[in-house]
Nanobody, 125 residues
Framework: QVQLVESGGGLVQAGGSLRLSCAAS????????MGWFRQAPGKEREFVAT????????YYKDSVKGRFTISRDNAKNTVYLQMNSLKPEDTAVYYC??????????????????WGQGTQVTVSS
């Protein structure tokens, strides 16, 4: 089992940057693919980015391509989401998730086995 704890959220002006971190417990972090999702008020949770267990492959939601970068450090049991050129429409609670298959780039929330509690990102205009 994996426990996930996100951090790094906050309030930032449009055009600014934030880096989210997701720390995982357990010795098997490197066997999980990891994903970031977000949920804005009144909207469904949506996929943002995913990375395979080795870090060799990534995939992004179209609207964040070129602005967000997902990465991982398996030695530190941590996955990151670097967010640049933030827009007000990026405002949401951001969640990290772990998928035990590990080698696929899943984009649907039901394909993930473990979830963090979320961290709030607010982008002001």
């Amino acid at each position: 089992q994996v426990q996930l704890v996100e951090s790094g959220g906050g309030l930032v002006q449009a055009g600014g940057s934030l880096r989210l971190s997701c720390a995982a417990s357990g010795r098997t972090f490197s066997s999980y693919a990891m994903g970031w999702f977000r949920q804005a008020p009144g909207k469904e949770r949506e996929f943002v980015a995913t990375i395979t267990r080795s870090g060799g492959n990534t995939y992004y939601k179209d609207s964040v391509k070129g602005r967000f970068t997902i990465s991982r450090d398996n030695a530190k049991n941590t996955v990151y989401l670097q967010m640049n050129s933030l827009k007000p429409e990026d405002t949401a609670v951001y969640y990290c998730a772990a998928d035990s298959v590990g080698s696929y780039l899943y984009t649907r929330s039901y394909e993930y086995d473990y979830w963090g509690q979320g961290t709030q990102v607010t982008v002001s205009s």
